[in-house]
């Protein structure tokens, strides 16, 4: 069984740049979640995807945005990066359900210079 | 909306000791209560979790207790050991609300 898989592991970018950071979901997993999590701090929840379409978000900024395609597989844009967007970005995958356990991928390092 | 409110370490104790990790929730309803484990070096594992009152998880030796009464979930073990040294997370989950992290506790197991 694969586990959940994020590419690339690290990113630098400068201010005002856009990102796209991908997931790719563990096998039988039809529910991706994103998470930032800034250093010494929890993850803190972007938002979730089901069946391709957004169903349920954090307090994040339209600029951050994703997709969800048919293999389950994911993507998060961030538009207009900001020095405070700098954070491990954080895929999990999960069934359907708010009692299933979230499975997450190690992470995307993003550095904002 | 949720939150979770939970000790900050780092705690330190010594192999075999009794570990408490403390962990308060809000959250409307009845929503799913987890923790999570961040070994060095490795990525956000799941321990355990409950899903209603009053159930109990379990997994390598931790144990934690859904309370409805207390909006509590302490984590418990009876005897660690240093490969216990580790950032432990508590979190909620209501509904597509996603998961509501604490800030982490840093346990740290001295031999």
Known sequence: ?113 | GNSVTQMEGPVTLSEEAFLTINCTYTATGYPSLFWYVQYPGEGLQLLLKATKADDKGSNKGFEATYRKETTSFHLEKGSVQVSDSAVYFCAVRRGADGLTFGKGTHLIIQP
């Open chain 1, 1 to 113: 069984e694969t586990g959940v898989t994020q590419s690339p592991t690290h990113l630098i970018k400068t201010r005002g740049q856009q990102v796209t950071l991908r997931c790719s979901s563990q096998s039988g997993h039809n529910t991706v979640s994103w998470y930032q999590q800034a250093l010494g701090q929890g993850p803190q929840f972007i938002f979730q995807y089901y069946r391709e379409e957004e169903n349920g978000r954090g307090n994040f900024p339209p600029r951050f945005s994703g997709l969800q395609f048919p293999n389950y597989s994911s993507e998060l844009n961030v538009n207009a990066l900001e020095l405070d967007d700098s954070a491990l970005y954080l895929c999990a995958s999960s069934s359907q359900g708010e009692d299933q356990p979230q499975h997450f991928g190690d992470g995307t390092r993003l550095s904002i210079l």
